[in-house]
């Protein structure tokens, strides 16, 4: 493995640890808000879910670097294929934040944000188990390599 792999493998590593890792407990940590109706802390948890959203994004870019030639193996194609799903509950995330918002602001008493509880806490439950399993393959596959 030259240097620039390690130096790529590093930062595939660091940004797992401080993207993924955050953006996990920031979707967690929604709904308790949504309840507390704290319409503050909603805001700051929205934008935090778009910058820790975006910066997986260098997860799966380094991950491709490091992939090369084995982009192909089946290990790696299950996990960027994982990776597309967690990325687009994310976006779902995000979408039933910003109306957990909406309705939180209004000044009708009708509205409720409730119905975007059980969404929110659904698929950040899923894109942190999809989490899991991705680096259940990185580890199991690729000490294989």
Avoid: C, N
């Avoid at 407990?25 to 700051?44: E, G, H």
Wanted: charged fraction near 15%; aromatic fraction near 10%.
């Amino acid at each position: 493995m030259s240097l620039l792999d390690k130096v790529v493998l590093w930062l595939h590593i660091g940004f797992a640890i401080f993207a993924i890792g955050p953006l996990t407990a920031v979707t967690s940590s929604v709904p308790r808000y949504i309840r507390k109706r704290d319409v503050a802390v909603l805001r700051y948890l929205r934008r935090s879910t778009r910058l820790f959203g975006v910066l997986t994004l260098g997860v799966f870019i380094t991950g491709l670097i490091l992939g090369g030639s084995d982009l192909g193996a089946p290990w790696l194609s299950a996990s960027m294929t994982l990776f597309v799903v967690a990325a687009v509950l994310m976006v779902f995330i995000e979408r039933d934040q910003g109306a957990a918002l909406r309705a939180l602001s209004s000044e009708s008493p009708k509205d409720d944000a409730r119905v975007q509880i059980g969404r929110i806490a659904a698929m950040g439950g899923i894109a942190a188990v999809i989490w899991l399993v991705i680096l259940f393959l990185m580890v199991f596959f690729a000490s294989t390599r």
